[in-house]
Every structure is written in C-alpha cells, then in structure tokens.
C-alpha cells in the first residue's frame, strides 16, 4: 500500500515538472512588465547611436567645464577687488566713477559690445561698488566725437571761452553748483577710463588729440553746412511776416478766411464736392511736379567732422588747462570675428571663453585698483618685432613743452595695444572709398609726444598678482574675510 502512495506521488511530481517546462518563463523585469514598460535589454546603441552622443556628449561636456571655470575665474577677481566695497566714503564725498568708452565693432552693432560689457566687465566693477559713465557708439567716429566733446566742456569750464553756448556745459556746471551748495565733494583721487576693443582705443586715441589739440570751435565746413544755398528761397524775415494767400473778391471790404466761408446751397456744396474728388488726382501729380523742381538741400554728415587733422597736431599749441597727467586708461579685449568661414574659430572660442574671461577679468580688476604708470616710448629694435608696429603704427613729430622736435625713431606703447585684433575684422569694413577723408579704423594711429607722455595705464602691482594667485588655489579668501566666511 505504501509503494503504491510513494509511486502516485512520484508520478505527480513529474507530471507537475512536464508542465513548468512546458509552459514559457516569463522575460524581463516583473517590476517594468507590473509598471507596463516594455522589456530592456542591455546591449550596445548602434554605430550612428555611438557616434552621435559621443559627439555630442563631448560638446556638452566640454561647454559645462569652460562654464564652470569661466564664473571661477570671474569669482577670483571679484574678489581680489571686493574689499574696496567695504571701505568707508563720506556722506558728503561722490563715489570713484570711471568711463566706460563702448562701440558697435565692425560690421556689427552694437549689441554684442553690450554684452561683453554685462559679460565681463561689469561683474567686477558691481563687486567693487564702482560708479560709472558710459560713451557709446553706434557707428564711425562717434566715440571720438564723446572723447573730444567732453575734454572741449572740461575746458571751457577751466575758463576758455570761444562764445559757444554748450546746454550740456550749464547742465554740469548746474548740478556742480547744486552739490557744492550742500557740500558734496567730488572724487578727487584717480578716477580712470576703461576702453573696450581695439576699434574703440583707436577712437579714444584720436578723440584725445582732437579734444587738446583741436580748436574749440567748430571747423568751417561745419559752419558752411548749415547755410542756406543760393538757389533756395530764403527764409521770411521777422520784419515782414509771411502772409496767408488771400483769394481775390468782388467786394475788397468782404475777406474770406479759412475759418470763415460763405454758405453756399446744398446742391453746390455736393457738386463742388465731387469735382474736388476729381481734382485730387491733379494737384498731387502738381506737387509732386514741384517737388521735383526744388533743388537737393546740403545734408549734414551723420558723424561731426573733427576740428583739426593729425598733420596739425605739430603746430598747435597746448591749452593752458591741459594737467600734467591724464586720466589713467585700460585697454580691454573684445575679440570679435565674423563670417561663415571663419565657423571653427568661432566654435573654439565659444568653447574657450574661460581665457577670455580671465584676461578681460584681470584687465578690469587692474583698473578698479587704480595703480598706473606713464606709457613707454619703444626704441625701433623693439617696434621691429612687433610686426604690427610697422603696418599699423606711425608716430606723428611732435614739440615738446620746451617746443623741441620730437624723434620719429620709436613708437608709442599706445599704438601696439590690441593691435591683434585688426586681423579679425571683416573686410567689407576695410574698404576705402575715393574722397572719404579721415577713417580712424583704417589709418594708422598718430600720436603726439606731448599728449602720449601725459598719458597713464593701469597696470597690475606684483602684491596683487600674487594674492589673485592664493586665490585660485584656494589658500586664501577676499581681503577682509576669512576663508569660511566665503559664499559659494
């Protein structure tokens, strides 16, 4: 009885094994198949799927790592110059502003120049709790136009008079007036101007010499412009005021005016009506006819034309309130190309912008410490190696203060800065055209001897460089505060 148990059971037993191996094991994971997901398997993408996200993994890869040094490094010079913000000013002094010279780069407007300012300039001069004016322009020569202008209102508030009524000299002298009323001082340590590009130096350069060395008074052609020409009917005089045509009556004691109209009927105001529709016709194609006949009008220049010309820089004489130094400047990089072609170059410097961030950081970080020196005359050994001193430098003869000629032989340290730059420029914007005049992009940079020594640059002492270094490396913390205290 028993081995008759023990053999049913044993049958049991296989059958139930027959039939698990029968029926299918299910495949997957029981989790994704509960969820409804379909059934992963772990295998290698295809050969387009591996080339495109190694790609574009790269890409992403390479983009996140140049943005993450890039706000380091702005973090670095933040803070090297974040102590100047917590230093005391007095309720009655005006805080330290600089002048930021901006323009539109060539063939482009005046958007990305902005940018780069948000970008890199301004971060470092908001941590510094810096003020600042901005002279900005949209197109060629207008900067040189704000450089000049403002030296020829600082002039003529030190007392030269050439008879000019300037609105926006007795706006200046106004609010002067107003702050010394109440006792607000000015900033009367070194202030500073910071100049962005390669295009705009050259502007500040010339507008320098134009504002010092130049007249205060507008050049004749400026004059000329603005008189009427012979064969345009000229203006009514005050003593004989222009007079409405009156039409002609019948009766002289009776005058018809256009705010008075005899009331004619219905029918002949309808009837007049319908001609004057008729008639329009003719009298546009009229005056149309006499707009054609008037003669063309002289229009002025977009941009004012300078008052002297660099060949004039050896015969003009120094204004008496011309100071010993001049405000120190910094030149600031703005590297900018454009064009299909040049695609890869604009690819790596979308993807290197921490180098860019560095160099316009230390530059920037340079001029809110406001330590500078005078500008070097290079000897022509060192101008020779230079191989942008020959093509796009040429330095004017000038007379010294003791009206002594000054050697031609070396150049000015002026004339070299970001001279690199020029050979991104587009060529569309390199083109001459006959009887043009002046172009400041295009020529060569002349400087005067007695306007390039009274210049200064900022320049970055050694302490600085070594702490901007302690920084970097984490060893150190902005001045003033310990290490910990740092917010990320």
Request: net charge negative; glycine share 6%; aromatic share 6%.
């Amino acid at each position: 009885m028993a081995d008759s148990d023990s053999k049913t059971g044993n049958e049991e037993i296989k059958a139930s094994q027959s039939i698990s191996s029968a029926t299918p094991k299910p495949k997957g994971n029981p989790a994704f198949r509960a969820l409804g997901l379909p059934n992963f398997r772990l295998r290698l993408p295809s050969r387009n799927w591996l080339i495109f996200l190694s790609v574009t993994s790269s890409f992403a890869g390479a983009l996140y790592y140049d943005r993450r040094q890039k706000r380091l490094t702005q973090r670095k010079w933040c803070n090297l110059v974040s102590h100047i913000a917590h230093e005391p000013l007095q309720a009655s002094s005006m805080p330290r502003r600089v002048t930021i010279y901006l323009q539109a780069p060539p063939g482009d407007g005046l958007r990305p120049a902005r940018e780069h300012f948000t970008e890199y300039v301004k971060p470092i001069l908001v941590a510094a709790a810096l003020d600042w004016d901005v002279i900005e322009g949209r197109r060629e020569g207008d900067v040189r136009v704000g450089t000049a202008d403002k030296i020829r209102r600082h002039r003529r508030r030190q007392g030269e008079d050439d008879g000019f009524q300037d609105d926006q000299l007795d706006k200046e002298e106004l609010v002067h007036r107003l702050r010394g009323r109440i006792g607000v001082q000015e900033w009367h340590d070194t202030q500073g101007h910071i100049v962005i590009g390669r295009h705009t130096w050259k502007e500040y350069i010339r507008g320098l010499h134009e504002g010092w060395l130049g007249s205060l008074k507008p050049p004749p052609e400026k004059i000329e412009s603005q008189t009427t020409p012979d064969n345009e009917p000229s203006p009514p005089s005050e003593e004989e005021p222009h007079k409405p045509d009156v039409p002609a009556t019948a009766d002289p004691d009776i005058l018809i005016t256009p705010e008075a109209k005899p009331l004619n009927d219905p029918l002949q105001e309808a009837a007049g009506s319908t001609n004057a529709e008729g008639a329009e016709p003719t009298s546009t194609a009229s005056s149309e006819g006499k707009k054609e006949e008037k003669p063309a009008q002289a229009t002025k220049p977009l941009v004012p034309p300078p008052h002297n010309t660099p060949e004039s820089y050896s015969s003009s004489s120094l204004p008496r309130s011309i100071p010993a130094e001049l405000p120190p400047s910094g030149p600031i990089p703005f590297p900018h190309i454009l064009g299909f072609l040049n695609t890869l170059t604009r690819v790596y410097r979308f993807l290197t912008r921490r180098h860019l961030a560095d160099e316009v950081g230390r530059a920037t970080a340079t001029a809110v410490l406001a330590s500078h020196r005078p500008f070097e005359r290079l000897s022509a050994a060192a101008a020779d190696d230079n191989e942008f001193a020959l093509e796009n430098t040429t330095v004017a003869s000038a007379q010294s203060d003791e009206n002594q000629s000054v050697s031609t032989a070396s150049s000015w340290e002026q004339a070299q800065e970001l001279a690199h730059e020029e050979s991104d420029w587009i060529k569309k914007t390199k083109e001459r055209i006959e009887g043009e005049g002046e172009r400041v992009r295009l020529d060569p940079i002349r400087l005067d001897g007695r306007i390039a020594s009274r210049m200064r640059r900022f320049v970055m002492p050694q302490e600085e460089e070594e702490r901007a270094a302690r920084l970097w490396a984490g060893t150190e913390g902005p001045k003033g505060q310990t290490k910990e205290s740092e917010v990320d």
